[in-house]
């Protein structure tokens, strides 16, 4: 009997065969995508890559940076880990020597991490023009305490223009300075906690701090915006009354420490430690960080700015207060205290540096004069800490050796 083709049987049969296509391309494409794993490009040189990144359809890009152990043209770095499956136009992102960082590359860069660092005070940013003010360029007082915004916003951008990138204190008072070769560390401070340093206009839809983008933190986060590079950070001392806003002490405290600012002590009254006694003094320094502690816990800084600078002599009997001392019941420990005045600190690596007793520069304008910060940053030219880029070394001139102190454990280069 002969057999009827069935329809059915006909559909079934290209569905099995589509099927089994499809198996097999996915089995296909799944050993294909084996094969395409991100190789090691370290140390492959430039001519290698491309072609690599070209037969993988790979966009590449690449970055160029001095090595302390790859030669010149060859890969430091890669983006895409080895063995992580490529995808189609995927973006390799190489880091090329520009060769051995040494001698020659110091000499270039004029490197000098025995020289010194700008610590800058400031206190109110009032949001004015400079010429809306009676005073020098942007002081908002006689004696340039308080700065114009207009001012402000000069200032940070002279100092990224002049090559500084900034470095939080605390890491300054340990030795750790992270600046790229070729550039210099400044650190910024502001003291009495005012409400123009963080001011609160309420609150966004989302519940995060509105913030004033004409004070301080505002300016500074627009910088950190314009200036990838620039490492915004800064250290605000405070008082009893922090900054002026009660309702949102907490939450102020909390958003700086979380976007990379630090918190430090200048005393609960802005006390005088000339005109105090044992106890006063004490007081004056461990209630304010008892008040640290409750609310932000082991994320503040154990620094003091000296009120009035003072006293002005680390001799003077309660100085050793305002690094020892027990309010409360507790034992308080100070690592550093800054001065008021006048002009930029020694390297953390110098032999004369002392981090319980360090000068500021006052952020105010002097026509150039009685150490403004024009007179300072000219001053700075010719003596200023100027990095090899690598936080574990430190890279001296062999005539300043006399000048070494501290090293923190890190090898020394001498040129
Ligand atoms: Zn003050």
Redesign the pocket.
């Known amino acids: 009997m002969k057999r009827k083709i069935n329809s059915t049987n006909v559909i079934i049969l290209i569905v099995i065969i589509i099927l089994l296509c499809f198996l097999i391309f996915l089995i296909f494409n799944k050993s294909n995508k084996i094969e395409n794993k991100m190789a090691n490009l370290i140390n492959k040189n430039l001519k290698e890559v491309k072609e690599y990144a070209k037969a993988n359809n790979l966009s590449l890009d690449i970055i160029y940076e001095y090595s302390k152990t790859i030669e010149k043209d060859k890969v430091i770095d890669q983006s895409i880990k080895e063995d992580n499956i490529l995808k189609e136009n995927q973006k390799l992102i190489v880091t090329v020597s520009k060769g051995k960082i040494g001698k020659e590359v110091y000499n270039e860069y004029n490197v000098n991490e025995l020289g010194n660092v700008p610590i800058m005070m400031y206190h109110k940013i009032i949001d004015m023009k400079n010429d809306e003010t009676e005073y020098t360029l942007g002081n908002v007082d006689k004696d340039g305490y308080n700065r114009t915004t207009e001012a402000f916003r000069n200032d940070l951008e002279f100092y990224y223009k002049e090559g500084y990138r900034m470095i939080r204190l605390d890491d300054y008072i340990n030795g750790d300075i992270d600046v790229p070769l070729g550039k210099s560390p400044l650190i910024l401070t502001f ?2 906690g005012d409400k123009t340093n963080f001011n609160v206009l309420g609150k966004n839809e989302d519940g995060t701090l509105k913030i004033d983008p004409n004070c301080a933190v505002g300016i500074l986060e627009e910088f950190k915006n314009k200036y990838k590079d620039f490492n915004v950070t800064a250290t605000f001392f405070v008082m009893d009354g922090l900054f002026g806003q009660e309702e949102y002490n907490e939450e102020i405290l909390n958003w700086l420490v979380l976007h990379g600012y630090d918190i430090g002590n ?1 005393t609960k009254t ?1 006390v005088n430690f000339k005109n105090a006694n044992e106890t006063k003094s004490q007081e004056e320094v461990g209630y304010i960080y008892e008040k640290l502690e409750s609310i932000i816990p082991g994320k503040y800084v154990n620094i003091v700015a000296l ?1 009035y600078g003072s006293p002005g002599d680390k001799n003077h009997p309660n100085y050793k207060y305002v690094l020892n001392g027990v309010y409360n019941g507790k034992k308080y420990n100070t690592s550093a205290a800054l001065r008021v005045g006048w002009t930029s600190e020694v390297s953390p690596f110098n032999k004369n540096f002392d981090k319980t007793f360090l000068k500021r520069i006052r952020a105010y304008d002097n026509n150039g004069k009685e150490f403004d910060i024009q007179m300072s940053f000219e001053n700075l030219k010719t003596n200023k800490y100027i990095s090899d880029g690598d936080q574990n070394t430190i890279v001296i001139k062999s005539d300043s050796e006399t000048n070494l102190g501290e090293t923190y454990n890190k090898e020394v280069i001498k040129y």
Do not use: N
Request: glycine share 0%; net charge negative.
């Open positions: 003291d009495d200048h802005h009120p």
